[in-house]
T-cell receptor, first 111, second 117 residues
């Protein structure tokens, strides 16, 4: 079983819609959760970090964490074509400072 | 501040040659990670260091791969001999631990794209 699972997509949404990206993880010892965005040919960049159950909002982005269900999600409101990228979910066990990445979900936002 | 710096950005070599990839982490970060990314396998952790000491090298594919961190500002990943299946983008990343206001996020370099013919 993989540490972090994501649907590879592609997920296609029209411009202005809400994009919903999901991620599950296997280890209940995971304590920090990250969403990275990676444009084609570029390196991953952090867009959201969450470690407490519930929602965390930053602009058009909302991260949701449910530790009981071992589930993390990312919502992108008012999606823009510039949001088209691969979104990587990462989890970390703080005690080991070791990151586990999902395979990424490719998002296409159509104008 | 400068980010994580990697070199070379692109490397094309022939099978059997030695390849050395270099990384300079962000100053003050005490964790350094080497990842490999391919379409098939995604981002794979190869090895990571804490305060220049290798902590976990379980992701290193085989003895052909080695990594060193002689000081806090420099690390190398060496492949000898290289094989076509080593073709990938190799990322170096650094971080602080998660404490206080630090999220412990990874900061990635721009990557080294390796092609082994």
């Amino acid at each position: 079983q993989k540490e972090v699972e994501q649907n590879s997509g592609p997920l296609s949404v029209p411009e202005g819609a809400i994009a919903s990206l999901n991620c599950t993880y296997s280890d209940r010892g995971s304590q920090s959760f990250f969403w990275y965005r990676q444009y084609s040919g570029k390196s991953p960049e952090l867009i959201m970090f969450i470690y407490s159950n519930g929602d965390k909002e930053d602009g058009r982005f909302t991260a949701q964490l449910n530790k009981a269900s071992q589930y993390v999600s990312l919502l992108i409101r008012d999606s823009q074509p510039s949001d088209s990228a691969t979104y990587l979910c990462a989890v970390k066990k703080v005690s080991f400072n070791k990151f586990y990445f999902g395979s990424g979900t490719k998002l296409n936002v159509k104008p | 501040d400068a980010g994580v710096i990697q070199s070379p950005r692109h490397e094309v070599t022939e099978m059997g040659q030695e390849v050395t990839l270099r990384c300079k982490p962000i100053s003050g970060h005490d964790y350094l990670f080497w990842y490999r990314q391919t379409m098939m396998r995604g981002l794979e952790l190869l090895i990571y260091f804490n305060n220049n000491v290798p902590i976990d090298d379980s992701g290193m594919p085989e003895d052909r791969f080695s990594a060193k961190m002689p000081n806090a500002s420099f690390s190398t990943l060496k492949i000898q001999p290289s094989e076509p299946r080593d073709s990938a983008v190799y990322f170096c990343a650094s971080s602080f631990p998660f404490q206080g206001e630090n999220t412990g996020e990874l900061f990635f370099g721009e990557g080294s794209r390796l092609t082994v013919l």
